[in-house]
Each structure stands twice: as C-alpha cells, then as structure tokens.
C-alpha cells in the first residue's frame, strides 16, 4: 500500500489498484517510487539504462501521477534528474545553481526550499531574484529534461500528467560557481 494525498481530504492508503480507479474520477496525487511489480513494465530512460548505471548510480524513480493543477514550491534537489513526461503538459522555471547561489532566498533551509512566488516575484522585498537568469521550459508527453544537481526550480503541471523522474548522485559533488 502506498500513500495517497488528496489535496482537499488529506492523506489516505491505498493500493495503486484502487489508486488507478480512484485517479480516473478524483482529484489525488501520487508520488512514489516505481513499486517493484511494475519495475519491468517501466523503460528506464535510455542514457541511463546500462548495468553500471544501474547498479552503482541509480538511487530512485519515483512515478509522478497528478491530477492536474498542481505547483512546486522553488527548491532544488540533492540529485541530478531526468523527468520524462509519459502524458499531460508541464512547464519549468529553473535556474543555475551558480546564479542562485546566495540569491535564491532560502526561507525553509529544512527542505531546501522556498516560499518565494517565482511566477509573481515581489523583487522589492526579496532583491536576490532581480537579476537572476530564470529558464523556461514547456514539456509534453514523450519529452524528457535533464535537472542538473542543486538547480533550483518550480514545476506546474496542467490537466492529468504522469512523469517518472530518475534520480542519480551528484556527477560531480562539490558546488562550484562559474561564470558564464
């Protein structure tokens, strides 16, 4: 059994069978690791799909399934990422680890993440965000983008998507801060 929110009704288990019949009519959420019984019915994505990735850099993929509707806070990951999107729209604002260095304002150190509103940023009360170079970008289903380790970044999701995102160790796991 895996654990469900509703973001109305809050957490409930369920098994990803009930969660599969109760996703076609609700508004609920999942995000879980790929459970074991469908491991072999879910591509790993290609790059990272040899034994050597496998069985020394892969820590997680977790399965996305979202009702719609749903935001991120800004934050970043103590991963590197791919996200693939098997179905639905989504759309990124993220920017370098270099550039946020000391700029991102950092509210919840806990989560490394933000309560900032990076679609509405009030750049008056929180100065860092003024000349911070954001990237945007647009995913549909079949695309998958790469999220470098530390990169921070907020994530909308319109109607139902579902994404995997495939988690590795830092490549490299000291920060370093360039410049362009």
């Known amino acids: 059994r895996k654990e469900e929110r509703n973001r109305n009704d809050g957490t409930r288990r369920l098994t990803f069978s009930e969660f599969l019949k109760a996703y076609k009519e609700e508004d609920i959420y999942y995000v879980n690791p790929v459970p074991p019984f469908l491991a072999s019915d879910i591509p790993l994505h290609l790059p990272l799909n040899c034994p050597f990735v496998v069985n020394n850099l892969l820590a997680d993929s977790?399965?996305?399934?979202?009702?719609?509707?749903?935001?991120?806070?800004?934050?970043?990951?103590?991963?590197?990422?791919?996200?693939?999107?098997?179905?639905?729209?989504?759309?990124?604002?993220?920017?370098?680890?270099?550039?946020?260095?000391?700029?991102a304002h950092i509210d919840v150190r806990t989560g490394a993440y933000s309560s900032v509103?990076?679609?509405?940023?009030?750049?008056?009360?929180?100065?860092?965000?003024?000349d911070m170079q954001f990237y945007n970008v647009s995913m549909e289903a079949g695309d998958c983008l790469y999220i470098p380790w530390l990169w921070?970044?907020?994530?909308?999701?319109?109607?139902?998507?579902?994404?995997?995102?495939?988690?590795?160790?830092?490549?490299?796991?000291?920060?370093?801060h360039l410049s362009p």
């Open 62 to 103: 977790v399965m996305w399934f979202s009702s719609g509707g749903t935001k991120s806070v800004w934050h970043n990951d103590a991963y590197e990422n791919i996200n693939c999107l098997m179905r639905g729209k989504k759309w990124f604002i993220m920017a370098n680890r270099s550039e946020t260095h000391q700029k």
């Open 117 to 130: 509103d990076v679609e509405n940023v009030d750049t008056d009360k929180y100065p860092g965000f003024k």
């Open 152 to 176: 921070f970044h907020h994530v909308n999701s319109f109607g139902r998507s579902d994404h995997l995102n495939s988690m590795c160790p830092p490549f490299f796991p000291v920060p370093c």
